[in-house]
């Protein structure tokens, strides 16, 4: 009752309306019914109730999620989607911050592969090339068609659709912009009037003039800020959606992450430059074509219909003929920057993967104390880039001086000519000033200036501020031509990038119809794979080391193969180096091209099909448990319903159960490169070969660092759990771990000494070529064949060892002829040397 009493003797007006709210509100409870009350007094509990419980819930539900984004941050794990996506916990301030990957589908692959390896004729790029073919054009960054193709085919990516994420940002962008155009023209206004009043000495007008001011310039920068901010928004958007498609097609269960640097060569070595840099400066660059080329176009037109109506059709003539002329003549003085750009960005790249290969070779070049000859290497690099880019910048003052003396000094005095029409030309006065002088001149304009010398000022103040302005957006439109220039460069180095990896995903190798292609080139495979195979097989398959340069023939190593390994064939591959051994798996893996034959293997790269271990064990990065289930996640792991113990008794398998205790349990996390040695990295390579358990397993090398004892323990364990092992190595001591021995570099000569017939398999072949190459041989380990071989290879041995004596014999004679010469008819000795005296 208080309250009521102080509101109702209140003369406020807002007290005065909570008065009225609260009569009208106890008039409406009094007039209602008991029933009525109490089922709003019910519904008003239940709703409280509900909120809080609805609240602690989420509470509840956030700090479970908090709890296990820090669990699997901790395990360098995360969750699986039932569509497919992924989700994860990145570090966030304190706290944890869960982001969901999806997937790109393929159906996105084939539809933008068209995009990017046929364009339109019209795009077609230098010397009518089109990015299919091989070698990759050699684009020439500018503005021109094939940059607006390329522009529009990144942007089909970084924008799927009209209501993406990429949309909504830009859309918030354009109406900030919009919004700082129309500040813009009412900050031109004030102006006017601010010196209007100030010239009439109108201190209150001109005092609310600059409150006006204040005011509208703190909303203005908080316009401007939020345009930057939204910038970095899309740029930051921009390069998620190409990164993320990126690495879907780089890192594709295709192999395009070893083909693309190994087969293909189209990008060299620096596809880290291109995926690191070249797409930040691209999405950085793209982010802001729109605020640099939108808000000026839109600031011209507006401002130059105000000036229209200022100052007639006069100006607006010959402020057009400035813009047309001033573009024409910037345009054909400017340098090519995009060319520059892109030439900048392939010799950073040279120099990034000099320094890169330094990094991941120190210690071998440690070793041979090659730290003079690698200064050597990476000071001719630095020294290729800083000479070019020193280039760039002599380029660049000459049109700089051009472009500001042009942009800022004659514009400015061409818009005091421009200003002074009314003045000197009043027949030519804008429509502005053809309306009643006691009417308002503009709807932002507040009231008429009753005294024509205050109207000619206000209006040259507001005149010229809209020149100046106007200047300003031409000037940002004319440097953005410059941006563009580079833009053109970034595009065509990102262009490059994804038609690269869609050529090298679709095998697109097809040369032009006007060539043909070289044979056993990448344009000539015509082998087949067949998955799915319970063994491995391959049918007059030759082995053809590809060469990187598209056109040009790989280099055949052996005769075509032909050999089938069933479950339970253990194997050993030997030969001599460079005979092609680990070719095999590079084969059979899908890393090489079957240029001929049939290749048969098993459909799974992994666990229940065939595994592969390389020469160079590789510790990825992760947990002690991460490098046990390579290349299994925690959350596969989990799903198969593993569990750390039976990880433990792997480890101890391979004599390796130490290290959880060792290391500080399964969740640490170190460079495990240089925590283990070599012994262990090998050991651990069969640790996961054992928690996988695949069919088929081929072992390159694998046990080279390992004792011979815990060797034959390796291979004795993967045998007994199933696992047929086919091992590449030139020690013969591991056949005895092997029932079939597949030799390769084989002399002709002795296979038809040993088979006695001719192979007649490379029949394919140049005869010069048959008659270099090396043979093979496929037989099994202990039979009376490969006996008898072994004692045919010790007989020559003695027939060998016994000319031994004859053979020291001739070497004496040969040496005193040596030492003889022969004068006018008789021989003479001659003296020994000093060192055998």
Known sequence: MAVQSTLRNSQHPLRALVFQLLQRCRQRWKGTSQSARLAATVALTLCILSGAVGGQTWNKRRSEEKAQGRRL?????????????????VPYRTATAKVVIHPTKPTSFDAHRRLFLNP????????????????????????????????????????????SKESGLLLSQGVFLLLRTYLSLVVTRLDGEIVRDLVAGNGRNFLLGIVKWCGIGAFASYTNAAIKFLQSKVSIAFRTRLTRYIHDLYLHDNLNYYKVLNLDGGIGQGIDQFICNDLTLFTTSAASLYSSIGKPLVDLCVFNYQLFRSLGPLALTGLLANYIITASALRRLSPPFGKLKAVEGRREGDFRSLHARLIANAEEVAFYGGAEIEKIFLDSGFKDLTSWMEGIYRLKIRYNML???VLKYSWSAFG?????????????????????PALPTDPLQAEAPSNPQHARMQAFITNKRLMLSLADAGGRMMYSLKDLSELAGYTSRVYTLISTLHRVHAGAYTPSRHTQPEPYSLADVHGTVQKGYDGIRLENCPLIAPAPLHQLPGALLTEPLTFTLPAGAHTLISGPNGSGKSSIARV??????????????????????IMLLPQRPYLSIGTLRDQVIYPHSEIDMRESGRTDRELKSVLEAVRLGYLPDREGGWDTRKEWKDVLSGGEKQRMAFARLLYHEPRFAIIDEGTSAVSSDVEGLLYETCKARGITVVIVSTRASLKRYCDWNLTLGVEE?????????????GQDYDSDEEAELPGWEFERIGTEEERVGVEREVQALKEKLAKVDEWRQRKEEIETQL??????????????PGYLR
């Open 588 to 609: 059979v893996a899908g890393l090489w091209p079957p240029y001929r034959g049939l290749v048969s293997r098993p459909r799974n790269m992994g666990a229940d099909g």
């Open 73 to 89: 941050l901790r395990r360098n794990s995360g969750l699986r989607g039932k569509d497919g996506s992924r989700t994860i916990f």
């Open 120 to 163: 339109p004729r019209a795009a077609r790029l230098a010397d009518g090339q089109t990015a299919s073919q091989v070698p990759p054009p050699n684009t020439k960054p500018g503005l021109n068609i094939a940059f607006l193709h390329q522009f529009l085919s990144l942007l089909s990516i970084m924008i799927p659709h009209w209501n």
């Open 403 to 405: 472009e500001d003396f």
């Open 819 to 832: 030492g003889q010469v022969w004068v006018q008819g008789e021989t003479k000795e001659l003296e020994a």
């Open 416 to 436: 005091y000519l421009i200003t002074s029409l009314p003045v000197f030309l009043p027949e030519w006065a804008g429509l502005a000033l053809t309306p009643d």
């Open 749 to 761: 000569d002795k296979l038809a000494e040993g088979e006695g017939e001719e192979d007649d398999e």
